[in-house]
């Protein structure tokens, strides 16, 4: 029966976002089909960072490093040659540079465990900030807009609606590649890293490799969703580097649930839809915020997917 519900949740789901730019034309709400892609990519950015926190035990607070590397990337290049407009060659390349920025810096905070982790990912991720605010060629601290966005053979980008269902078939992909990750003797692994890194040591498995190559795979995923954002505000800015962007997706992943596939949607959608609702009654929205996110970590700890999950 739970096996069932679950999967009528998800062809629900899958449903309502699949006609989602037809029934917002129907209403008049075109709006929402932009809106439901900005969701989506911080849906991805946060399952990015549930990969490290939720599976592997490790609390990043320089996360937004990579999605502001990502971004930067579509931005320099709409400068520096504005001939790149494919997305098939600028989203890949926005890809590879920040996992190979994560490799270089994860080399160096995974040498370090707890708050000290979380301490240096958020120093690197400010020296990061400082550097692009810098870089006046390409806007400094004001931002860098974009003349239009990237193309995709056969398909209208510039429109929402197509732009918002090559936002939702990227982030299905990369979800189910989450899921095959979790399931595999790698997410195995990292889940017994995170339980007890020491035990796993002393079983013969070379830990730092396993969490390098978890902390690479995250920031690959977070700078393609930096690499998204990009096209879907056609700005980028050193902004998305801080650590309150950091913080914003740390609070998605609790709110979602630690550690489950469905956490980072789930939190985005809270997080966005809150946002969305209660700016329309107050300026102070994020006090309600923080007196829910209180309640979910004492009456729900695996937060709002882990309602919908299966009990142990």
């Known amino acids: 029966m739970n096996h069932l519900r679950r999967h009528g949740w998800l062809l629900a789901t899958l449903a309502v976002a699949l006609s989602l730019p037809q029934l917002a034309a129907l209403c ?9 892609s900005r969701l989506l990519i911080w849906a991805l950015l946060a399952s990015s960072l549930n990969l490290l926190v939720g599976m592997g035990g490790m609390v990043s607070l320089g996360h937004a490093a990579y999605f502001g590397a990502g971004a930067y990337v ?19 390349l926005a890809v590879a540079l920040s996992a190979l920025l994560a490799v270089v810096i994860g080399a160096v905070c995974l040498r370090t465990r707890g708050v000290y982790f979380i301490m240096i990912t958020l120093a690197f991720a400010q020296m990061l900030f400082y550097i692009f605010t810098s870089l006046t060629p390409y806007g400094g601290d004001d931002g860098l807009s974009l003349a239009k966005r990237l193309t995709l053979p056969g398909l209208a980008m510039a429109g929402d609606a197509t732009f918002y269902y ?6 299905a992909a990369c979800l189910t590649a989450l899921g095959r990750l979790q399931a595999s003797r790698f997410g195995r692994v990292l889940a017994g ?26 920031g690959a995923l977070a700078g393609l969703a930096g690499a998204l954002m990009a096209n879907q505000n056609a700005f980028v800015s050193p902004n998305m580097m801080s650590w309150n962007e950091s913080g914003i997706a740390l609070v998605m992943v609790i709110l979602g649930g630690l550690g489950s596939l469905w956490g980072g949607l789930a939190g985005a959608a809270a ?3 809150l946002e969305e609702v209660l700016t329309g009654f107050t ?17 729900a700890p695996r937060g709002i997917a882990g309602l919908f ?3 142990p």
């Open 283 to 299: 300026t102070h929205w994020q006090i309600v915020l923080g007196l829910i996110l209180l309640a979910v970590v004492f009456f």
């Open 28 to 36: 008049g709400q075109d709006f929402y089909v932009s809106f439901a």
């Open 193 to 218: 890293i995170k339980d007890n890194e020491e035990r796993m040591e002393s079983l013969g498995y070379a830990t730092f490799r396993f969490k390098l190559v978890a902390y690479i795979i995250a």
């Open 166 to 171: 090559v936002v939702l078939a990227i982030f």
């Open 271 to 273: 997080f966005l839809v």
């Open 74 to 92: 579509v931005g320099i290049l709409s400068v520096e040659a504005p001939g790149w407009s494919s997305a098939l060659l600028v989203w890949p």
């Open 309 to 311: 999950a299966k009990q």
